[in-house]
Nanobody, 125 residues
Framework: QVQLVESGGGLVQAGGSLRLSCAAS????????MGWFRQAPGKEREFVGA????????YYAYSAKGRFTISRDNAKNTVYLQMNSLKPEDTAIYYC??????????????????WGQGTQVTVSS
């Protein structure tokens, strides 16, 4: 398994930006697609976006499209989530996850093998 540690969360006003990072160790980072998910209080964990092995292809939930950008730096074993134009409804704990399989894009929590501890994002109105 890969060990994941998220960082970069915080409190921001609506319309602001945050950049989340997810640092990986253990299993070879570059060999698995990665995903970002979030979970608001009382709600299920939901898909935000994902990125393939090389970083050339990205996938987003409708709510994130056009505002969020996923990238990865395989040399640094890190995946990022740049979040712009944040809204109060983006408030949640954000998690990164590593895919269970090498060629499966993790667009669902069931596709994730390893989770980080999460980082809180709070957007005030």
């Amino acid at each position: 398994q890969v060990q994941l540690v998220e960082s970069g969360g915080g409190l921001v006003q609506a319309g602001g930006s945050l950049r989340l990072s997810c640092a990986a160790s253990g299993r070879t980072f570059a060999t698995y697609p990665m995903g970002w998910f979030r979970q608001a209080p009382g709600k299920e964990r939901e898909f935000v976006g994902a990125i393939n092995l090389s970083g050339a292809n990205t996938y987003y939930a409708y709510s994130a499209k056009g505002r969020f950008t996923i990238s990865r730096d395989n040399a640094k074993n890190t995946v990022y989530l740049q979040m712009n134009s944040l809204k109060p409804e983006d408030t949640a704990i954000y998690y990164c996850g590593a895919s269970r399989e090498k060629f499966v894009i993790p667009n669902s929590p069931t596709a994730v093998d390893s989770w980080g501890q999460g980082t809180q994002v709070t957007v005030s109105s």
